[in-house]
């Protein structure tokens, strides 16, 4: 790998990484929040959020990367690269949603669209680069996850009257 090529691969890395950065900067008092709201069983401690995106945001930019390597295909890069910046996006707005609006119905519906973009995405990629598909596994399995544990907080925080202001936009 020429030194270019290792400069793209950070620079991919970077630009998703950016979108974890956005979101949590954009998010005031997540500890607090999350700790008051009622969880099921299987939501994980805050511990393991902060190295589960580390791993899945350098995954996503070896994807990028890869992408960026196929532009001589110009249409299916166009397609495919538009589908990851826009799921990119999403994924940085998904936490100052939940977090500072507090609206986990809004929430609910930006990760389920996540959710079926990232399987577009794996779908475009398959006859291409099924490594870059692979890669996009933990990802997918991560925000399948997230979206039920999202699904699970906006059901209990409902119900039980929890001081939760907005979690009814879809309900």
Not at 67 to 85: H, P
Not at 90 to 111: E, M, Y
């Amino acid at each position: 790998m020429s030194f270019s090529h290792i400069g793209q691969l950070i620079l991919a890395i970077v630009i998703c990484f950016g979108a974890g950065v956005i979101g949590v900067m954009t998010t005031d008092s997540v500890g607090d929040f999350y700790d008051g709201l009622s969880k099921p069983d299987l939501a994980p401690p805050k511990a393991v959020f902060g190295p589960v995106w580390t791993v899945l945001y350098v995954l996503l930019g070896i994807v990028l990367y890869r992408l960026w390597q196929k532009r001589s295909e110009y249409q299916f890069v166009r397609i495919a690269l538009g589908t990851f910046i826009f799921q990119l996006v999403l994924n940085a707005l998904w936490t100052p949603i939940f977090f500072s609006t507090k609206d986990a119905g809004l929430a609910l519906l930006v990760i389920a669209i996540m959710d079926l973009l990232v399987l577009g995405l794996m779908g475009l990629m398959w006859n291409r680069d099924k490594i870059s598909v692979v890669l996009l596994l933990p990802y997918l399995a991560w925000i399948g996850f997230a979206t039920w544990l999202n699904y699970k907080i906006l059901m209990l925080n409902s119900v039980d009257g929890a001081s939760v202001e907005k979690f009814t936009f879809l309900f």
